[in-house]
Antibody, heavy 120, light 107 residues
């Protein structure tokens, strides 16, 4: 079955960077775009960006431009999201989600989430 | 960016009730509208895609309707396991924005 398994929780200091991984299995990795979405504590869902696993083409939300980098490794069927210059407002659960695109498009499934805590 | 506005932000209903959640887009998005359910501490799960298509495995009491700017998620007969937070999402253009969520509690 399709699985997205993310790396474990992280605690970072302000100004540091964090890199979250999302290892996929059960489907053709290069056939589906991948997205990253985050959710601050008690808040809603915020779209961060998209990566095409073939070639690594990306598009990021303007809010994260210059701070976020999404990459893919086809040899391990894994995508990564790195966020730099962390501040307390970046404390959130970060999700990867596979995009299904058949005319219309939606996210299914999602990874289990990775909690990133930014604290001095 | 396309803004998505859900209402209500929270609601409490009884088992067996018919529940309706609405979502409005700030511009026309055709039927590029998805609904997700999220339980506490879990990742969101797709319920309805393309405004009205039921995801495989999702109970038929869930349905979606609408096009353009106004959309509705309906639960025909609320069950105890339907508690959680529901989000709409537009997938018409990036950034793929979400509504602020509707927290559904069972009375």
């Amino acid at each position: 079955q399709v699985q997205l398994v993310q790396s474990g929780a992280e605690v970072k200091k302000p100004g540091a960077s964090v890199k979250v991984s999302c290892k996929t299995s059960g489907y053709s990795f290069t056939s589906y775009y991948m997205h990253w979405v985050r959710q601050a504590p008690g808040q809603g869902l915020e779209w961060m960006g998209i990566i095409n696993p073939i070639g690594g083409g990306t598009s990021y939300a303007q809010k994260f431009q210059g701070r976020v980098t999404m990459t893919s490794d086809t040899s391990t069927s894994t995508v990564y999201m790195e966020l730099s210059s962390l501040r307390s407002e970046d404390t959130a659960v970060y999700y990867c989600a596979r995009e299904i695109r058949v005319g219309k498009n939606w996210f299914d499934p999602w990874g289990q989430g990775t909690l990133v805590t930014v604290s001095s | 960016d396309i803004q998505m506005t859900q209402s209500p932000s929270s609601l409490s209903a009884s088992v067996g009730d018919r529940v309706t959640i609405t979502c409005r887009a700030s511009q026309s998005i055709g039927s590029f509208l998805n609904w997700y359910q999220q339980k506490r501490g879990k990742a969101p799960k797709i319920l309805i895609y393309a405004a009205s298509s039921l995801q495989s495995g999702v109970p038929s009491r869930f349905s979606g309707s609408g096009s353009g700017t106004d959309f509705t998620l309906t639960i025909s007969s609320l069950q105890p396991e339907d508690f959680g937070t529901y989000y709409c999402q537009q997938s018409y253009s990036t950034p793929y924005t979400f509504g602020q969520g509707t927290k559904l509690e069972i009375k």
